[in-house]
Structures are given as C-alpha cells and as structure tokens.
C-alpha cells in the first residue's frame, strides 16, 4: 500500500505552498505566489521520501519501494 500523503509535512505548509505527486510517485511543492516548484519542503528543506513510486517497467499494480536499509523491494 503507498504512503499516506497527509501527514505532518502536508499540513505545515506555508499558505502560498501546495504539493504534487509526479507519476512516478515523487512529490513536490509548488509555490503559487513565485510560479516556482521544488523537490525540496519549504520549511524543512528536506525532500519527501514516501518510499514507493510507480515506474512504468512495472506490471500494472505493483510499484516500487526501499526498505529503511536501502534495499530495493516491489509491492502489489
């Protein structure tokens, strides 16, 4: 199952800021007032790390994932 994306990052964005998931499961944010997007959170400056991302080299339905080692691991 993919991460939850409400978590405590999500909601201690600042009021021009909002975020996006690309569809490979990566997200960003995006700063309405300056037309400008980031990998990075504009508070903590660190990226989101969900751990999952849908890669189009992948059957339908399964997606890809690391563990908190490093290893790379596939989930349906």
């Known amino acids: 199952m993919a991460a939850d994306l409400k978590p405590d990052w999500l909601s201690c964005l600042p009021s021009a800021w909002s975020s996006g998931v690309t569809r490979d499961g990566r997200v960003f944010f995006i700063n309405e007032e300056a ?41 349906k």
């Open 35 to 75: 037309k400008s997007t980031t990998w990075l959170h504009p508070v903590t400056g660190e990226a989101v790390i969900t751990g999952h991302r849908k890669t189009a080299d992948l059957p339908t339905g399964w997606e890809e994932g690391y563990t908190f080692e490093g290893a790379r691991c596939f989930i």
